[in-house]
């Protein structure tokens, strides 16, 4: 973890809650607290093609061979389009963080994934596969390929500005200014 360097942070756009089809993502690429890079694509609303998208962001990025770590600004993109996080630690080779600023209310979330998301089973599934969110650093985590006490290292490492670490601090500010026009909010 001491040579830990270069992570890249992913969160999705603001959308209207009737918006179907697509939203963009935006990815930051940081080396220590540098931004040296922003990435955007798009992802299906509620759909099931955000791991593959990430995945490809990553490794056709052209700071691919730098890269040590990924991000996530919670598990799900675009509504419940639910990272898979061990698929994409595979397809990557990079460990990947899932970070939240409370503790996620998994019984609601399980609820309107049953209850009223195409294939919900499936994302649920993907989300009970990750285990509990593990408070460090001031954060909520759950992570792949790093074990807790790393990813509260990487998580230190990274902040600048309060609690979350820079690379989704940013790439949530850059994702609210391309879907409002202007950037607002906590990450």
Not at 112 to 117: E, K, P, Y
Not at 129 to 139: E, S
Request: glycine content about 12%.
């Amino acid at each position: 973890m001491s040579r830990l360097s270069h992570a890249i942070g992913f969160d999705d756009a603001p959308f209207d809650r009737a918006h179907r089809g697509d939203v963009r993502i935006v990815a930051t690429v940081y080396a220590h607290t540098t931004l040296h890079g922003v990435l955007t694509s798009r992802v299906r609303r509620d759909g099931a093609n955000s791991t593959r998208v990430l995945a490809g962001l990553v490794k056709d990025s052209p700071f691919a061979a730098h890269l040590q770590l990924i991000f996530l600004q919670g598990v799900a993109l675009a509504g419940f389009n639910v990272v898979d996080a061990h698929a994409l630690h595979r397809l990557t080779g990079l460990p990947v963080v899932v970070v939240a600023r409370r503790q996620p209310d998994y019984a609601r979330v399980r609820a309107a994934l049953l209850g009223r998301v195409p294939g919900g089973a499936r994302k649920w599934r993907l989300i009970e596969r990750l285990g509990p969110t593990r408070p460090v650093a001031g954060v909520w985590v759950q992570c792949v390929g790093i074990d807790v006490e790393g990813a509260g290292a990487a998580v230190e490492r990274f902040r600048v500005t309060g609690n979350v670490p820079e690379p989704l601090r940013a790439a949530h500010l850059i994702a609210g200014a391309l879907g409002r026009g202007v950037s607002r909010g906590r990450t």
